[in-house]
């Protein structure tokens, strides 16, 4: 009996920290969660910046995006246990200019602790970051559901923590 146990925790932290390595065109590569989903599509109506990706711990359905800054998407299939994390990137020439000397570095850790509402219109406990590195500049976008787990938490920081961004592509 204490062998199918043992064989039972063990399967269970393999679960938990089984993750999925996904590289992107640009230079850019994350580890995702085991559970996650991840789309390149836009999911909102906003073009500049670029959507580099969006995660969620939920499956995403019919990906329609509508005009501006809010995403219908989320705000329709959104779910009290879940999160989402959306990275995108300022590419336009003189837009990015701009942007770069008033952006932090890119943190070694990412914290995302908002308590109110921010990031694509979505619930409470959902905001936004910006930071820089190698000369790209990012938005970042996140929320998590009221009932969230903290393993949910976790999840999205270690995924950002993993991201990996090359300098840009040289043209």
């Not at 989903?37 to 995403?60: E, H, K, M, Y």
């Not at 501006?68 to 705000?75: A, Y």
């Not at 300022?90 to 952006?103: C, K, N, Q, V, Y």
């Amino acid at each position: 009996m204490p062998r199918l146990v043992m064989l039972v925790v063990w399967a269970v932290a393999l679960t938990v920290t089984s993750v999925s390595h996904v590289t992107l065109p640009r230079g850019i590569s994350f580890a995702l969660p085991a559970g996650w989903q991840v789309t390149t599509s836009r999911i909102n109506g906003v073009r500049d910046p670029v959507t580099v990706f969006t995660a969620t711990s939920f499956r995403l359905r019919h990906i329609h995006p509508a005009p501006g800054l809010c995403s219908r998407t989320l705000q329709e299939q959104w779910r009290l246990d879940g999160a989402y994390v959306q990275l995108t990137e300022e590419r336009d020439g003189a837009s990015r200019r701009r942007m770069l000397p008033r952006t932090p570095s890119r943190p070694r850790h990412f914290r995302l602790d908002a308590e109110g509402a921010g990031g694509l219109c979505t619930p409470p406990n959902s905001g936004e970051l910006t930071f820089r590195e190698h000369g790209r500049a990012f938005y970042l976008f996140y929320g998590f559901g009221t009932r969230a787990a903290t393993a949910t938490h976790a999840q999205a920081m270690q995924l950002l923590d993993s991201l990996r961004i090359e300098p840009p592509p040289r043209h």
